[in-house]
Every structure is written in C-alpha cells, then in structure tokens.
C-alpha cells in the first residue's frame, strides 16, 4: 500500500511541479533575452541620431538580437554572461535535456519510471542504428541542487537587468530634457 501511495503522491503532486520548475529556466531566459532586445532597441533609437529600425519580427528575437542591440551599453556585457549561465548546455547535460525531450518527445521521468527504451542513432557514414536500453527517473535530489542554482543565477541575472533599465531610463531622460531645453521648452516633472 506504500508503494501506491507513493506512486500517487509522485503523479499527482510532485511530477507536475518537477515539470514546470526543469521548464522554466529556459523560459526566464528567453523572456530576459527579448526584454532585453527590445528595450535596447528602443534605447539605441533615442540615444543614437539616424538610428535605422531593423529590429527583427517577434518570432525572430534570439540571443542575437540581444547581443546586437545590448552590445552599446557597458550592463549588458555582465547581464550576457549571466544569461549564458541559465539553462546552459551543463543544466541540459545534467537534466537529461529535460527541457527539449518533454517538449518534443518523452523525457525522462520524475522518481519513478524508465523512458527511451530505443533510441535511433546516426553513425554518420555508417548509416542509421538503434539502441536499446533505458533511462532512469530524475531524482528529487539530484534536481533540488541544480533548480536551487538557476534560481540564484535568475536572480543575479534580474538585478543586472533592473542595472541595464535604469541606465537606459537615465539616458533616455537626459537627453530628452537636454531636446527640451534646446527647443526652450520647460515642462514640470
């Protein structure tokens, strides 16, 4: 009966929670990573005269765009090795890719259960194989340490951007008040 009740207790409370929290380091990153494309964009369009607006689409926003447009401003190089941290390649190595399996295929399970009885190989020239096998369930204790980690980077990492906003905030205003001081125009904060 202990068993049962374990094996309930897993399903119904723990796995779900397990799912969302191996989850979402990648999506914090990627939320910091277009936050900070855009605002950087939107910056540079103020801060510098003849600014061409080639920002890409949404959908299009990556780290890249972030670099491009972050890249002026001397917070984004410390913000950008922050980010690099969050669900980095050793985070994916050390959750069995967690993130990228439960999207598109199966991952592995949490406590309980073995998944990837046959996995299909490319042996480059040697053409296609298959392997069989299993993994084993991720741990609560091998998880705890690594999601108590992201957690810390994630912090670290938003008061570097909260660093990277207020720069921009200042700039933006100072150049604003330097227009409207030129163009004799006072206006009441």
């Given at each position: 009966?202990?068993?049962k009740?374990?094996?309930?207790?897993?399903?119904?409370?723990?796995?779900?929670?397990?799912?969302?929290?191996?989850?979402?380091?990648?999506?914090?990153?990627?939320?910091?990573?277009?936050?900070?494309?855009h605002?950087?964009?939107?910056a540079?369009?103020?801060?510098?005269?003849?600014?061409?607006?080639?920002?890409?689409?949404?959908?299009?926003?990556?780290?890249?765009?972030?670099?491009?447009?972050?890249?002026?401003?001397?917070?984004?190089?410390?913000?950008?090795?922050l980010?690099?941290?969050?669900?980095?390649?050793?985070?994916?190595?050390?959750?069995?890719?967690?993130?990228?399996?439960?999207?598109?295929?199966?991952?592995?399970?949490?406590?309980?259960?073995?998944?990837?009885?046959v996995?299909?190989?490319?042996?480059?020239?040697?053409?296609?194989?298959?392997?069989?096998?299993?993994?084993?369930?991720?741990?609560?204790?091998?998880?705890?340490?690594?999601?108590?980690?992201?957690?810390e980077?994630?912090?670290?990492?938003?008061?570097?951007?909260?660093?990277?906003v207020?720069?921009?905030?200042l700039?933006?205003?100072?150049?604003?008040?330097?227009?409207?001081?030129?163009?004799?125009?006072?206006?009441?904060?």
């Amino acid at each position: 009966m202990m068993i049962k009740k374990k094996h309930f207790m897993i399903n119904e409370f723990i796995s779900p929670i397990a799912t969302i929290s191996l989850n979402f380091p990648y999506v914090i990153r990627s939320r910091f990573i277009y936050s900070i494309a855009h605002l950087s964009h939107q910056a540079n369009q103020v801060k510098e005269e003849g600014w061409v607006d080639n920002f890409p689409i949404d959908k299009e926003v990556y780290f890249e765009a972030a670099n491009k447009y972050g890249q002026p401003w001397k917070e984004y190089k410390k913000l950008k090795l922050l980010l690099e941290k969050i669900a980095n390649r050793k985070y994916c190595t050390d959750t069995g890719d967690y993130r990228h399996s439960y999207n598109h295929r199966f991952s592995r399970r949490i406590e309980l259960g073995h998944t990837s009885f046959v996995t299909r190989i490319d042996n480059g020239n040697n053409g296609i194989s298959y392997g069989f096998g299993s993994q084993e369930p991720l741990m609560l204790k091998d998880i705890i340490p690594l999601l108590k980690n992201q957690h810390e980077l994630c912090l670290q990492t938003f008061t570097q951007y909260q660093a990277l906003v207020n720069t921009q905030s200042l700039e933006i205003n100072e150049i604003n008040k330097k227009y409207l001081e030129s163009n004799n125009l006072n206006i009441e904060t």
